[in-house]
């Protein structure tokens, strides 16, 4: 088992139940999760990389096959020099490892939000060049200013960067593009 993730002892039943009898599929959960309980439980693992989304439901990332020590899918069974061989062909192509590091550094999830979803017409006026202010989003959304506030701090804490300017006495606000 990988030692530098600490899964508990439900995440690691989880994990476990997917790999050893449904392939990867995560579609059981102990008796005692339920509800609100099993998308905390899911968010972690997610959250994690451990999980990734599968269409509908949920299956076990590369990463969640190495938290619990097992091989990944398809990963052929390697010989013991294998270490060395890896070392050789990560070696052979450093431009490739830094494209990877500078991509890891700056990965942020992007919030999961149902299409046509309030979250996802949000996150769309956002992106505009225009951007979007309060008012605006409470138009689309029918929200309260304090709603629209609180669901702009929520995106913030997911990962988006988003910035805001006063532009003609109204606070614009947008996702800064890199």
């Known amino acids: 088992m990988n030692t530098s993730i600490k899964l508990t002892d439900t995440q690691h039943a989880i994990l476990a139940y997917a790999i050893h009898t449904r392939g990867g599929k995560i579609d059981w959960f102990p008796d005692h999760i339920k509800g609100g309980a099993r998308k905390k439980v899911l968010d972690g693992l997610f959250k994690r990389a451990l999980i990734t989304p599968d269409g509908e439901g949920w ?76 008012g605006q989003i409470r138009l689309v959304t029918g929200w309260q200013a304090h709603s629209v506030r609180g669901q702009l701090a929520n995106l913030k804490k997911s990962g988006l960067a988003i910035t805001s300017a006063k532009e003609n006495g109204e606070r614009v606000y947008r996702i800064a593009q890199h």
């Open 59 to 134: 299956c076990i990332a590369a990463e969640g096959y190495d938290a619990l020590g097992m091989p990944r899918p398809g990963a052929a069974h390697a010989p013991q020099d294998a270490p060395e061989a890896m070392a050789a062909t990560h070696a052979a192509d450093p431009d490739l490892e830094a494209d990877v590091a500078r991509l890891e550094a700056n990965w942020t999830p992007a919030p999961r939000a149902r299409q046509n979803s309030k979250l996802a017409r949000i996150v769309e006026l956002l992106h505009s060049p225009a951007g979007a202010s309060i």
